[in-house]
Protein backbone atom coordinates (compact mmCIF):
# COMPACT_ATOMS: atom_id res chain seq x y z
CA UNK A 1 0.00 0.00 0.00
CA UNK A 2 2.98 2.59 0.90
CA UNK A 3 4.36 1.89 -2.69
CA UNK A 4 1.23 2.08 -4.33
CA UNK A 5 0.66 5.66 -2.94
CA UNK A 6 4.34 6.59 -3.67
CA UNK A 7 3.53 5.97 -6.97
CA UNK A 8 0.87 9.23 -6.61
CA UNK A 9 3.17 11.70 -5.37
CA UNK A 10 6.74 11.01 -6.78
CA UNK A 11 6.12 12.20 -10.44
CA UNK A 12 7.95 15.89 -9.46
CA UNK A 13 9.66 15.27 -6.69
CA UNK A 14 11.05 18.55 -4.38
CA UNK A 15 12.46 16.58 -1.64
CA UNK A 16 13.17 13.08 -0.68
CA UNK A 17 10.04 10.89 0.02
CA UNK A 18 10.18 8.79 3.10
CA UNK A 19 8.51 5.69 3.76
CA UNK A 20 9.02 4.18 7.49
CA UNK A 21 8.23 0.63 8.61
CA UNK A 22 7.62 0.03 12.32
CA UNK A 23 8.70 -2.63 14.64
CA UNK A 24 7.34 -6.09 13.77
CA UNK A 25 7.14 -8.85 11.62
CA UNK A 26 5.94 -8.10 7.93
CA UNK A 27 5.21 -11.59 6.25
CA UNK A 28 5.34 -12.22 2.43
CA UNK A 29 3.44 -14.12 0.88
CA UNK A 30 4.44 -13.30 -3.09
CA UNK A 31 6.99 -11.34 -4.11
CA UNK A 32 7.02 -7.16 -4.01
CA UNK A 33 8.05 -6.17 -6.74
CA UNK A 34 9.24 -2.43 -7.33
CA UNK A 35 9.76 -0.60 -11.10
CA UNK A 36 10.13 2.33 -12.89
CA UNK A 37 7.36 4.06 -11.31
CA UNK A 38 8.42 3.65 -7.60
CA UNK A 39 12.37 5.37 -7.78
CA UNK A 40 12.71 9.26 -7.27
CA UNK A 41 12.57 12.17 -9.20
CA UNK A 42 14.12 15.37 -10.03
CA UNK A 43 17.44 13.95 -8.26
CA UNK A 44 15.69 13.15 -5.09
CA UNK A 45 14.88 9.72 -4.06
CA UNK A 46 12.32 7.92 -2.45
CA UNK A 47 13.52 5.38 0.75
CA UNK A 48 12.09 2.66 2.78
CA UNK A 49 13.53 2.77 5.83
CA UNK A 50 13.09 1.53 9.68
CA UNK A 51 11.77 4.10 12.58
CA UNK A 52 14.65 5.23 14.59
CA UNK A 53 16.20 2.29 16.38
CA UNK A 54 12.84 -0.16 15.23
CA UNK A 55 13.49 -3.38 13.96
CA UNK A 56 11.05 -4.43 10.98
CA UNK A 57 11.28 -8.11 9.63
CA UNK A 58 10.65 -8.83 6.69
CA UNK A 59 10.16 -12.79 6.24
CA UNK A 60 9.44 -14.83 2.88
CA UNK A 61 8.67 -17.95 5.87
CA UNK A 62 5.66 -20.23 6.87
CA UNK A 63 5.64 -21.37 10.92
CA UNK A 64 5.16 -25.10 10.77
CA UNK A 65 3.03 -26.40 13.39
CA UNK A 66 1.44 -29.45 14.65
CA UNK A 67 4.96 -31.20 15.88
CA UNK A 68 4.13 -34.68 17.74
CA UNK A 69 7.12 -37.64 18.82
CA UNK A 70 7.79 -39.80 16.35
CA UNK A 71 10.15 -42.05 17.78
CA UNK A 72 10.64 -41.37 21.17
CA UNK A 73 13.86 -43.41 22.03
CA UNK A 74 15.86 -41.43 19.32
CA UNK A 75 13.95 -37.69 19.72
CA UNK A 76 13.20 -37.18 16.70
CA UNK A 77 9.90 -35.34 16.33
CA UNK A 78 7.69 -34.95 13.21
CA UNK A 79 4.37 -32.38 11.53
CA UNK A 80 2.74 -33.90 9.25
CA UNK A 81 0.77 -32.49 5.97
CA UNK A 82 3.83 -30.47 5.18
CA UNK A 83 3.43 -29.43 1.80
CA UNK A 84 5.43 -26.71 1.31
CA UNK A 85 9.16 -27.44 -0.59
CA UNK A 86 12.11 -25.81 1.38
CA UNK A 87 15.66 -26.34 1.67
CA UNK A 88 16.77 -24.42 5.01
CA UNK A 89 14.68 -24.37 8.42
CA UNK A 90 14.64 -22.28 11.61
CA UNK A 91 13.91 -23.41 14.74
CA UNK A 92 13.98 -20.40 16.94
CA UNK A 93 15.57 -18.40 14.76
CA UNK A 94 18.71 -20.33 14.62
CA UNK A 95 19.24 -22.21 11.32
CA UNK A 96 19.05 -26.14 11.50
CA UNK A 97 21.04 -28.60 9.55
CA UNK A 98 19.77 -30.53 6.78
CA UNK A 99 20.51 -34.01 7.89
CA UNK A 100 23.83 -35.40 6.32
CA UNK A 101 26.37 -38.00 6.81
CA UNK A 102 28.85 -37.92 8.04
CA UNK A 103 28.10 -35.18 10.70
CA UNK A 104 29.60 -32.20 11.67
CA UNK A 105 32.09 -32.08 14.45
CA UNK A 106 31.01 -30.88 18.01
CA UNK A 107 32.33 -27.57 17.27
CA UNK A 108 30.62 -27.09 14.02
CA UNK A 109 33.33 -27.60 11.94
CA UNK A 110 33.22 -29.75 8.61
CA UNK A 111 33.82 -33.39 8.05
CA UNK A 112 33.83 -35.40 4.70
CA UNK A 113 34.53 -38.53 3.35
CA UNK A 114 36.73 -39.22 0.28
CA UNK A 115 35.87 -40.50 -2.72
CA UNK A 116 38.30 -43.74 -4.02
CA UNK A 117 38.47 -42.85 -7.51
CA UNK A 118 36.57 -40.86 -10.49
CA UNK A 119 34.72 -43.01 -13.06
CA UNK A 120 35.18 -40.74 -15.91
CA UNK A 121 33.78 -43.55 -18.28
CA UNK A 122 31.04 -44.08 -16.24
CA UNK A 123 29.84 -40.48 -15.23
CA UNK A 124 29.77 -41.79 -11.89
CA UNK A 125 31.75 -41.69 -8.63
CA UNK A 126 33.53 -44.93 -6.45
CA UNK A 127 33.04 -44.63 -3.03
CA UNK A 128 33.84 -47.17 -0.06
CA UNK A 129 30.68 -49.13 0.15
CA UNK A 130 31.28 -48.73 4.13
CA UNK A 131 29.88 -45.06 3.33
CA UNK A 132 26.31 -46.13 1.40
CA UNK A 133 23.42 -48.12 2.48
CA UNK A 134 20.25 -48.39 0.59
CA UNK A 135 18.36 -45.51 1.46
CA UNK A 136 14.86 -44.86 1.10
CA UNK A 137 13.89 -41.90 -0.90
CA UNK A 138 17.26 -42.51 -2.71
CA UNK A 139 16.68 -40.17 -5.69
CA UNK A 140 16.13 -36.86 -2.95
CA UNK A 141 19.67 -38.06 -1.42
CA UNK A 142 22.12 -35.49 -2.59
CA UNK A 143 25.90 -35.92 -2.60
CA UNK A 144 28.20 -32.62 -1.96
CA UNK A 145 31.32 -33.10 -4.04
CA UNK A 146 34.19 -30.17 -3.22
CA UNK A 147 35.54 -29.13 -6.46
CA UNK A 148 38.46 -26.86 -6.67
CA UNK A 149 37.13 -24.31 -4.32
CA UNK A 150 33.39 -25.33 -5.48
CA UNK A 151 30.96 -27.50 -3.56
CA UNK A 152 28.71 -29.10 -6.42
CA UNK A 153 25.11 -30.77 -5.40
CA UNK A 154 24.67 -33.93 -7.35
CA UNK A 155 21.29 -35.46 -7.22
CA UNK A 156 21.55 -39.20 -6.46
CA UNK A 157 20.08 -41.54 -9.04
CA UNK A 158 21.17 -44.49 -7.63
CA UNK A 159 24.00 -46.33 -5.51
CA UNK A 160 25.55 -49.98 -7.12
CA UNK A 161 27.84 -52.14 -4.87
CA UNK A 162 30.68 -53.57 -5.89
CA UNK A 163 32.16 -55.41 -2.82
CA UNK A 164 34.49 -53.18 -0.69
CA UNK A 165 33.06 -50.00 -3.20
CA UNK A 166 29.96 -48.61 -4.58
CA UNK A 167 29.54 -46.79 -7.49
CA UNK A 168 27.43 -43.14 -7.03
CA UNK A 169 25.62 -42.40 -10.26
CA UNK A 170 24.29 -39.03 -10.40
CA UNK A 171 21.16 -37.92 -12.13
CA UNK A 172 20.76 -35.47 -15.41
CA UNK A 173 20.94 -32.73 -16.10
CA UNK A 174 24.21 -32.20 -13.84
CA UNK A 175 25.60 -35.78 -14.33
CA UNK A 176 26.21 -34.78 -18.02
CA UNK A 177 27.52 -30.80 -17.48
CA UNK A 178 29.90 -32.18 -15.29
CA UNK A 179 31.38 -34.65 -16.82
CA UNK A 180 31.55 -33.10 -20.49
CA UNK A 181 33.04 -29.66 -19.10
CA UNK A 182 36.57 -29.23 -20.71
CA UNK A 183 37.97 -28.59 -17.59
CA UNK A 184 35.74 -30.63 -15.06
CA UNK A 185 38.67 -30.78 -12.51
CA UNK A 186 37.74 -33.81 -10.64
CA UNK A 187 39.80 -36.41 -9.08
CA UNK A 188 42.70 -35.77 -6.68
CA UNK A 189 42.03 -32.56 -4.82
CA UNK A 190 43.95 -29.38 -6.14
CA UNK A 191 47.72 -29.59 -4.95
CA UNK A 192 47.27 -31.97 -2.50
CA UNK A 193 50.59 -33.32 -1.40
CA UNK A 194 50.76 -36.36 -1.38
CA UNK A 195 47.67 -36.56 -3.87
CA UNK A 196 44.44 -37.39 -1.92
CA UNK A 197 40.66 -37.75 -3.68
CA UNK A 198 38.43 -35.22 -3.21
CA UNK A 199 35.70 -34.94 -0.02
CA UNK A 200 32.13 -34.57 -0.19
CA UNK A 201 29.35 -35.77 1.84
CA UNK A 202 25.72 -36.91 1.55
CA UNK A 203 22.44 -34.68 2.49
CA UNK A 204 18.74 -35.29 2.75
CA UNK A 205 17.92 -38.85 3.83
CA UNK A 206 15.63 -39.61 7.00
CA UNK A 207 18.51 -42.13 7.71
CA UNK A 208 21.10 -39.37 8.21
CA UNK A 209 19.12 -37.84 11.20
CA UNK A 210 21.38 -38.92 14.12
CA UNK A 211 22.68 -36.04 15.47
CA UNK A 212 20.76 -32.94 17.72
CA UNK A 213 19.61 -29.93 15.20
CA UNK A 214 19.13 -32.20 12.21
CA UNK A 215 15.96 -32.26 9.95
CA UNK A 216 14.53 -34.22 7.14
CA UNK A 217 11.67 -32.99 4.66
CA UNK A 218 9.54 -36.33 3.21
CA UNK A 219 8.34 -35.08 0.26
CA UNK A 220 6.54 -38.39 -1.16
CA UNK A 221 4.83 -38.15 2.28
CA UNK A 222 4.87 -34.54 3.31
CA UNK A 223 6.09 -35.46 6.74
CA UNK A 224 9.08 -33.34 8.64
CA UNK A 225 11.15 -34.78 10.66
CA UNK A 226 13.48 -33.08 13.50
CA UNK A 227 15.61 -34.09 16.22
CA UNK A 228 15.96 -31.24 18.58
CA UNK A 229 18.94 -29.48 20.41
CA UNK A 230 18.80 -29.31 24.20
CA UNK A 231 16.99 -27.55 25.67
CA UNK A 232 14.16 -26.56 22.81
CA UNK A 233 11.03 -27.19 22.71
CA UNK A 234 9.26 -27.90 19.02
CA UNK A 235 6.00 -26.79 21.26
CA UNK A 236 7.57 -23.83 22.17
CA UNK A 237 9.91 -22.39 19.72
CA UNK A 238 9.01 -20.75 16.27
CA UNK A 239 9.44 -23.62 13.19
CA UNK A 240 9.69 -21.67 10.07
CA UNK A 241 10.38 -23.05 6.45
CA UNK A 242 11.31 -20.58 3.51
CA UNK A 243 8.25 -20.75 1.35
CA UNK A 244 9.21 -17.50 -1.28
CA UNK A 245 12.15 -16.98 -3.41
CA UNK A 246 12.68 -13.78 -3.83
CA UNK A 247 11.59 -11.23 -1.20
CA UNK A 248 11.94 -7.44 -2.87
CA UNK A 249 12.21 -7.59 -6.70
CA UNK A 250 13.44 -4.14 -8.38
CA UNK A 251 12.78 -4.87 -12.13
CA UNK A 252 13.18 -1.76 -14.79
CA UNK A 253 12.00 -1.86 -18.22
CA UNK A 254 15.12 -2.49 -19.77
CA UNK A 255 19.00 -1.00 -19.73
CA UNK A 256 18.42 2.14 -20.76
CA UNK A 257 15.11 2.95 -18.42
CA UNK A 258 16.29 1.86 -14.80
CA UNK A 259 14.72 2.18 -11.76
CA UNK A 260 16.56 4.71 -10.24
CA UNK A 261 16.76 6.66 -7.16
CA UNK A 262 14.85 3.74 -4.92
CA UNK A 263 16.78 3.16 -1.09
CA UNK A 264 16.47 0.76 1.57
CA UNK A 265 17.87 0.50 4.81
CA UNK A 266 18.02 -0.78 8.40
CA UNK A 267 14.86 -3.50 6.95
CA UNK A 268 16.01 -6.78 7.96
CA UNK A 269 15.25 -9.54 5.34
CA UNK A 270 15.01 -12.98 5.88
CA UNK A 271 13.66 -16.62 5.21
CA UNK A 272 14.06 -16.88 1.25
CA UNK A 273 13.95 -19.93 -0.68
CA UNK A 274 16.36 -22.00 -3.07
CA UNK A 275 15.15 -24.87 -4.63
CA UNK A 276 17.24 -25.07 -7.96
CA UNK A 277 19.35 -27.64 -6.33
CA UNK A 278 16.68 -30.04 -5.79
CA UNK A 279 15.51 -29.98 -9.40
CA UNK A 280 18.45 -30.21 -11.38
CA UNK A 281 21.67 -30.22 -9.06
CA UNK A 282 24.11 -27.13 -8.63
CA UNK A 283 27.35 -26.56 -10.22
CA UNK A 284 28.80 -23.75 -9.75
CA UNK A 285 32.90 -23.03 -10.78
CA UNK A 286 36.02 -21.02 -9.75
CA UNK A 287 35.48 -17.08 -10.64
CA UNK A 288 32.03 -18.25 -12.32
Not at 63 to 73: F, R, S
Not at 101 to 130: C, M, W
Not at 257 to 281: C, W
Request: hydrophobic fraction near 35%; charged fraction near 25%; charge should be positive.
Amino acid sequence: KARNAVRDVNQNMTGDIVVYLRDGTYPLSNTVTFDNRDGGTNGFKVRYENYGSEQPFITGGVPIEGWTLYDEQNNIWCAKGVSARFRQLYVGGKKAIRARYPNLESDGSHNFFRLTKVDSTGRAFDVSSSYTADWKNMNKVEMHLMIAWADAVLRVEKIEKNGTTSKVIPQDPERSKLFRRKYPMLGAAFMSNPPKQQCFYFENAYEFIDQPGEWYLDESADILYYKPRTGESLTGSVVVAPNIGTLFEIKGESTKNKVQDLTFKGLIFAHSNYLRPGKEGFLDLQAG
